[in-house]
């Protein structure tokens, strides 16, 4: 059973891991900001919970079967589709990636918000700001290949 409590601190954590995600990219200017991936995170949550509540609710007769795991799906295909819209095309370079896999990282997040799963919550963030701030650091280091405009 989910407690009014359980909902809050879901949908809270979903939320702050949501704005601590979006940090890096609000930091370099990047449109997908704190409050999109807070909104996401936030939205992934509140659908899981949404879902884990129905099934709870529905299957309490014992004669209804629901698959609570079907929200997970759908919400793996639409947020491809809001990623997708964050990726552009710019002076033949490939724009905003790494803030798409980030929207897509704060969606999983937020799923694991909304189920309750908070160990994975915090490892996946743990991992995910790892690659956001300290990879970058070390990307600055590299050197760069030349562009190759012959084809």
């Known amino acids: 059973m989910i407690t009014t409590y ?23 200017g990047i449109p997908a900001g704190l409050r999109t991936h807070a909104l996401v995170g936030l939205s992934a949550a509140a659908i899981t919970v949404s879902a884990l509540l129905l099934h709870d609710t529905l299957d309490a ?39 798409a896999a980030n929207v897509w990282l704060t969606a999983a997040v937020g799923i694991a ?12 963030s743990g991992l995910g700001l790892f690659v956001l701030i300290i ?8 050197p760069r290949p030349p562009r190759d405009r012959g084809g």
């Open 61 to 99: 007769d014992g004669r209804t079967r629901t698959d609570p795991l079907r929200v997970v799906q759908g919400l793996a295909q639409a947020i491809g589709f809001i990623a997708a819209g964050v990726i552009f095309v710019a002076r033949d370079q490939v724009q905003n990636v790494t803030s």
């Open 6 to 28: 359980d909902i809050m601190l879901r949908l809270g954590c979903a939320t702050v891991v949501g704005l601590a995600l979006g940090l890096d990219r609000e930091l370099r």
């Open 135 to 142: 990879v970058k650091l070390i990307e600055r280091k590299l």
């Open 113 to 124: 918000a909304g189920a309750g799963q908070f160990v994975l919550v915090a490892t996946t």
